[in-house]
Each structure stands twice: as C-alpha cells, then as structure tokens.
C-alpha cells in the first residue's frame, strides 16, 4: 500500500504542489497543503469512487483545501503582520506607538476578515494602549 501511495505522490505530487502554489503564493504552505491532501487521500481512499481521473479528485482536494487555508484566521494574521512589516509574532503588538498605531489600522482595513473578527482586533488593540 504504502508503494503505491508513493508511485501516486511521484506521478501528481507536483503538479497538486504548482496547484497549490497559484493559490497561496508561498512554496512551504503549498507543500503543507499537498501533504495534507496526500494524507486525507491515504485515509480515504474508499471516497475516490474513479468518476474521473485520480489527477482530478486529488487536483479538487488540493483546490479545497488551499481555499480552507486562504480563510483560515492564520492566514489572514500572517497578511496582517507581513503589511505592517513587523513579522509574525503577535507580542510586538505591544511595543506599537504613535505612527506605527496608525498603521496598524490602515493595515487592518486592508484585510478581507469578518466584522466580528475585526472587532476582536480592535477590542485587544483598545486593551493593550487603553484607548
């Protein structure tokens, strides 16, 4: 079983990887994303019923899955801490003051997040500086 997997990964591995990476623009996610498809193909493989090509069932998953990524509330973090250069870490937050606040907020109107996410942002920004 396990060679077979393996003979699959080989033969569609990268172009599910190219698939991937039109999505999220970033090489190791879409190879965190291609792993994760393999891996629910492998536990799964009953679901692939053969109405179209192997390629196409595990391109759809590799589509759905970049998709689930692209929202995740990880995802849209990371756009927000790369538009402010300030890196990934959620602790800088801290040290923010004057200017850099401000575009902290310009960053935030940028993102495409939900109100209520967007709330939470500003209700832990309010917190912290006691706005």
């Not at 689930?68 to 790369?82: A, V």
């Amino acid at each position: 079983m396990d060679e077979q997997l393996a003979a699959i990964m080989g033969e569609h591995g990268e172009y599910c990887l190219r698939v991937a990476y039109l999505y999220v623009k970033d090489w190791a996610i879409a190879e965190e994303i291609v792993q994760d498809v393999f891996f629910a193909y492998y536990r799964q493989q009953e679901r692939f019923k053969q109405r179209s090509s192997l390629k196409t069932y595990l391109v759809k998953i590799t589509v759905h899955k970049s998709h689930d990524y692209l929202r995740s509330w990880k995802n849209k973090r990371l756009m927000l801490f790369e538009k402010l250069h300030i890196g990934a870490s959620i602790y800088l937050l801290f040290f923010i003051k004057g200017k850099e606040m401000l575009e902290l907020f310009r960053g935030i109107s940028f993102l495409h997040i939900t109100n209520f996410e967007l709330s939470c942002v500003m209700c832990n920004l309010k917190t912290v500086y006691k706005l």
